[in-house]
């Protein structure tokens, strides 16, 4: 699967966003080893704090499914080059390895990054 198409499906999973508070829409899209696509979207609560961002639900909806192997993600948002947050980059890096994508867009445009140079000081508690 190519950057625009797992682009593509984000954009789809960034249609169900719950986000009545911030108005900031996200969806993600994940590439499991094995082929499947697992999308999540953002979900917010009105304590703020109980909110879930996208890449996450995309993350434990695959592991909820027995899913353990990822080979890219893809997050899209309101705004051009959506990263995620530092919560998020920490759970990836609990899955995923450092040269694990992460695909952006810029001006309609896939960009490129991995998990490395997102989170290169990771904590890693099985070192």
Do not use: H, W
């Not at 997050?75 to 947050?85: A, Q, R, S």
């Not at 994508?101 to 896939?110: F, M, R, T």
């Amino acid at each position: 699967m190519t950057g625009r198409q797992l682009i593509k499906a984000a954009k789809e999973a960034q249609a169900f966003s719950y986000s009545p508070y911030s108005g900031f829409k996200v969806g993600a899209a994940l590439l499991c080893k094995s082929g499947k696509v697992y999308t999540g979207c953002n979900i917010e609560n009105a304590s703020f704090s109980a909110t879930v961002c996208a890449e996450r639900t995309a993350l434990f909806k695959a592991v909820s499914e027995g899913e353990r192997e990822f080979s890219a993600m893809a997050i899209v948002g309101n705004t051009d080059l959506c990263f995620p947050c530092g919560v998020c980059r920490q759970v990836m890096s609990e899955f995923c390895g450092k040269n694990f994508k992460i695909y952006l867009e810029e001006n309609g445009k896939p960009v490129t990054f991995t998990l490395g140079e997102l989170l290169p000081g990771r904590f890693d508690f099985k070192k």
